[in-house]
């Protein structure tokens, strides 16, 4: 079983779209939790953290839920801008990534 | 932008040579991790240091290595080359001691091995 595993995608959406993003993760000893972007042939970016509590940054919305050991992310009204493979990782002493979900929204 | 910097931007090696990738770290960043990403994947963690001493390393074989810095530089060895060793090589940062903070990548080094 691997480490961290997401959807594998693709997502195509229209603009406009509300799409989610799963995850899940298996060392429960797991002490912090992010979602990266990536753009096409760039390095991975800080999208947002993860809480416990749940945390929202305009239109992303992250959650956590430790005792089933998933992520999710959450894009309402996508943006054009908003195509990019999404990474899901999860920190214990050093950092774990998903293999990435990659999004396109179309016009 | 990260202020996190690599170096060669592109490399091409043949099977059985050694490579030697280079990152500088935002000063201040005591941690160093580098990472391999192959096409399609997710980064693979390799190793990381902290104050100049490994202190974490993932599935990797000992012909990968590394060594950082007092500067916040650091150095990826990788001997006797493979095909598979084709991939995009990023190495990131952070400011404490631990691994699971928030890292700021470089934009990577793209070794092709042929």
């Known amino acids: 079983r691997k480490e961290v595993e997401q959807d594998p995608g693709p997502f195509n959406v229209p603009e406009g779209a509300t799409v989610a993003f799963n995850c899940t993760y298996s060392?429960?000893?797991?002490?912090?939790f992010f979602w990266y972007r990536q753009d096409c042939r760039k390095e991975p970016k800080l999208l947002m953290s993860?809480?416990?509590s749940g945390n929202e940054d305009g239109r992303f919305t992250a959650q956590l839920n430790r005792a089933s050991q998933y992520i999710s992310l959450l894009i309402r009204d996508s943006k054009l801008s908003d195509s990019a493979t999404y990474l899901c990782?999860?920190?214990?002493?050093?950092?774990?990534f998903g293999a990435g979900t990659r999004l396109t929204v179309k016009p | 932008e990260t202020g996190v910097t690599q170096s060669p931007t592109h490399l091409i090696k043949t099977r059985g040579q050694q490579v030697t990738l280079r990152c500088s770290s935002q000063?201040?960043?005591?941690?160093v991790s580098w990472y391999q990403q192959a096409l399609g994947q997710g980064p693979q963690f390799i190793f990381q240091?902290?104050?100049?001493?490994?202190?974490g390393r993932g599935n990797f074989p000992p012909r990968f290595s590394g060594l950082q810095f007092p500067n916040y530089s650091s150095e990826l060895n990788v001997n006797a080359l493979e095909l598979d060793d084709s991939a995009l090589y990023l190495c990131?940062?952070?400011?404490?001691?631990?691994?699971?903070?928030?890292?700021?990548f470089g934009p990577g080094t793209r070794l092709l091995v042929l």
């Open positions: 990782v999860v920190g214990h002493n050093d950092m774990r």
């Open positions: 060392n429960s000893a797991s002490q912090s």
């Open positions: 993860v809480y416990s």
């Open positions: 000063s201040g960043h005591n941690t």
């Open positions: 240091y902290y104050r100049e001493e490994e202190n």
């Open positions: 990131a940062s952070n400011p404490g001691g631990g691994g699971e903070e928030t890292q700021y």
